[in-house]
Structure formats: structure tokens, C-alpha cells
């Protein structure tokens, strides 16, 4: 008995933890095919900080992250049936950039479809970018440096479209819908109708909810 005890009490320890994790990793390379290269790599990178943390954090965090993928199949399937082409790694991406912000993931899925349909390639007419409609100089202020051809890379534009979202919500002391009025309106536009206590609202935020949408700015 004080065998199997010392064993499990090594098992907890992070060193070995991380032996352990680099030794499954190296397995796992060596079997997996090109296809799933991408999908093992960022499952690797989500788990290994896990390790580090104390028990019940880590059980926690990785109850989380089971809760969120199970989500973003759910949404998934929801926007397919839509009609809308919405891969399995453009999910993926959406997701961890999703949980990266704190964004909830029913937001993070119905921002990208008004902005961009889950285009790659979708341009406004004023220059806001890919499948988060950012302009270069909004990204550039939400993330110094970053260029308008990083943008253009989905993980890149993801990750950078709910930062901005994550601020607005800050601004905005967690109103959703006031930030999702200002990710769409801008946030001067929505300061101005709330200093003339009118109403911003214009929609847009029950249309990213699943709602149908009829513009109606005031």
C-alpha cells in the first residue's frame, strides 16, 4: 500500500507531470497523419499549461474546455444547418480564440456570420478585413504592430477581433449588448447617443444571438 501511495504521490508532482506529457506527445507525433498534425499540436498546447496548476485548478480548466468544445460542435452544426460553410478548423479557431478572450462562445460564433459569413476572403467596402471586419487601424490600436496582411490569417484576425471584443466589454462594465453595438457601430457613435440619452441600439446585437435582424438605429 505505501508503494502504490508513493507512486501516485510522484504522479502529482509537475516535473514528472511534464515528462509524462512530452513522452505522450512524442507518441502521438509519431502516429499521427498530416491532416491531424495541426489538430494534436494545438490540443498539446491547450493541455500542457494544465499541468503546472494545482489538482483541482487543473480538473477545473479542463472541465471548462471539454464544456466549450462541446458548445462549439453544438454551434457548429447550428450554423451549418444554416446553410452557412463553416469548417471544422475554422470552429476550432473560433473557439480557442474564443476562450483565449473570455469571449462566450454563442457571441464569438455569432459575430463572425454578419461580418463576414465565415468567408476567409470577405472585404468591406471601407477596408475592414476578413471574418472579423476589423479595420488595420483598430487592430493596430488593439495590437501594436500587427499588419493588415496578419489579418488576413484567420487565427490571427480571430484573436485580434474578440481582444477588441473583450475591451469593449470592459468599457462597457459587461454589457453585452452595448459592447456588441460598439464592435459594430463604434464605440464614439455609441457614446454619443448615450450622452443625448437616446438609443443606440440598432439590432445588431439580438441578430448575433440568433435573432433576425431589421436595422433600426436612433
Known amino acids: 500500500r505505501s508503494a502504490r501511495e508513493g507512486f501516485w504521490q ?3 508532482r509537475p516535473v514528472v507531470q511534464l515528462c509524462l506529457l512530452g513522452t505522450a506527445v512524442v507518441q502521438v507525433a509519431a502516429v499521427a497523419d498530416a491532416a ?4 494534436v499540436t494545438r490540443r498539446v498546447a491547450l493541455l500542457a499549461p494544465m499541468l503546472v496548476q494545482p489538482q483541482t485548478e487543473r480538473v477545473s480548466t479542463l472541465w471548462a474546455r471539454q464544456a466549450a468544445d462541446r458548445e462549439a460542435t453544438r454551434l457548429t452544426e447550428k450554423y451549418r444547418l444554416e446553410g452557412y460553410s463553416l469548417s471544422s478548423d ?3 479557431f473560433i473557439t480557442d480564440a474564443a476562450v483565449e478572450n473570455g469571449i462566450d462562445l454563442e ?3 455569432g459575430v ?3 461580418a463576414s459569413s465565415f468567408r476567409h476572403s470577405a472585404t468591406s467596402p471601407v477596408g475592414a478585413v476578413r471574418l472579423t ?3 488595420p487601424s483598430t487592430a ?4 501594436p504592430g500587427v499588419s493588415r496582411s496578419a489579418l488576413r490569417d484567420p487565427r490571427t484576425n480571430l484573436k485580434v477581433g474578440f481582444k477588441y471584443l473583450r475591451y469593449l466589454l470592459e468599457k462597457y462594465e459587461g454589457d453585452e449588448d452595448l459592447a456588441l453595438l460598439a464592435y459594430n457601430r463604434g464605440p464614439g457613435t455609441v457614446d454619443r447617443a448615450l450622452k443625448r440619452v437616446r438609443n443606440p441600439d440598432n439590432a445588431y446585437a439580438p441578430f448575433v444571438r440568433g435573432a433576425g435582424y431589421q436595422r433600426h438605429e436612433v
Request: positive net charge; hydrophobic residues 50%.
Open 10 to 12: 510522484l504522479l502529482r
Open 140 to 143: 493596430r490600436w488593439i495590437q
Open 36 to 39: 491531424q498534425e495541426s489538430t
Open 133 to 135: 471586419q476589423l479595420m
Open 112 to 114: 463572425v456570420p454578419p
Open 107 to 109: 457571441i464569438a460564433f
Open 90 to 92: 475554422l470552429a476550432q
